[in-house]
């Protein structure tokens, strides 16, 4: 088996005492992929606390409290943080200058309204929305640019979490 892994390069969250931890993918439609996720603020044996945004992950947000198993994965989501995720993934064939435009335009709105943002490389962006956040003119920005054909989005909690 040829796994491959999505790491964050740039977690949202760092502390002194992080750990790394995998979700496998399979479950949500990638098999052979495993999202590596930064988790610290450690609360018992086998739980944690999440410190970065999910790329991949359905039903799963930064700060939500998950369980580890003895292989340090991922397997089940104990408590909500309160917070969202919104990922967006560009499209291929922009032109350059059209997607610098578009990545700008969701690294400017994500930032002016204090939401912490992560890329996975050049293409996918996951953006945290805290529970008192307002993203109305993110999403606003996500369905004008989807509608142009630039880029798809979605919140994460589109599917629940699930481990295999």
Same mark, same amino acid.
């Given at each position: 088996?040829?796994?491959?892994?999505?790491?964050?390069?740039?977690?949202?969250?760092?502390?002194?005492?992080?750990?790394?931890?995998?979700? *496998?993918?399979?479950?949500?439609?990638?098999?052979?992929?495993?999202?590596?996720?930064?988790?610290?603020?450690?609360?018992? *044996?086998?739980?944690?606390?999440?410190?970065?945004?999910?790329?991949?992950?359905?039903?799963?947000?930064?700060?939500?409290?998950?369980?580890?198993?003895?292989?340090?994965? #991922?397997?089940?989501?104990?408590?909500?943080?309160?917070?969202?995720? #919104?990922?967006?993934? #560009?499209?291929?064939?922009?032109?350059?200058?059209?997607?610098?435009?578009?990545?700008?335009?969701?690294? !400017?709105?994500?930032?002016?309204?204090?939401?912490?943002?992560?890329? !996975?490389?050049?293409?996918?962006?996951?953006? *945290?929305?805290?529970?008192?956040?307002?993203?109305?003119?993110?999403?606003?920005?996500? *369905?004008?640019?989807?509608?142009?054909?630039? #880029?798809?989005?979605?919140? !994460?909690?589109?599917?629940?979490?699930?481990?295999?």
């Amino acid at each position: 088996m040829n796994r491959k892994y999505i790491v964050h390069e740039e977690p949202a969250v760092r502390t002194a005492s992080q750990r790394i931890a995998m979700v *496998d993918l399979a479950p949500f439609g990638f098999p052979n992929l495993h999202e590596q996720v930064w988790l610290g603020g450690r609360e018992d *044996d086998d739980l944690f606390i999440m410190q970065c945004v999910p790329f991949r992950i359905y039903g799963l947000n930064l700060f939500d409290v998950v369980r580890l198993d003895q292989d340090d994965m #991922l397997v089940e989501v104990v408590e909500k943080g309160g917070h969202r995720t #919104l990922r967006a993934l #560009l499209e291929a064939a922009l032109e350059p200058q059209v997607f610098e435009e578009v990545a700008g335009g969701i690294t !400017s709105r994500a930032g002016s309204r204090g939401f912490a943002i992560e890329w !996975s490389g050049r293409r996918h962006a996951a953006i *945290d929305v805290p529970a008192d956040g307002d993203p109305t003119s993110l999403v606003a920005y996500m *369905d004008a640019q989807e509608e142009a054909g630039t #880029l798809f989005w979605e919140w !994460s909690e589109s599917q629940p979490f699930r481990s295999p």
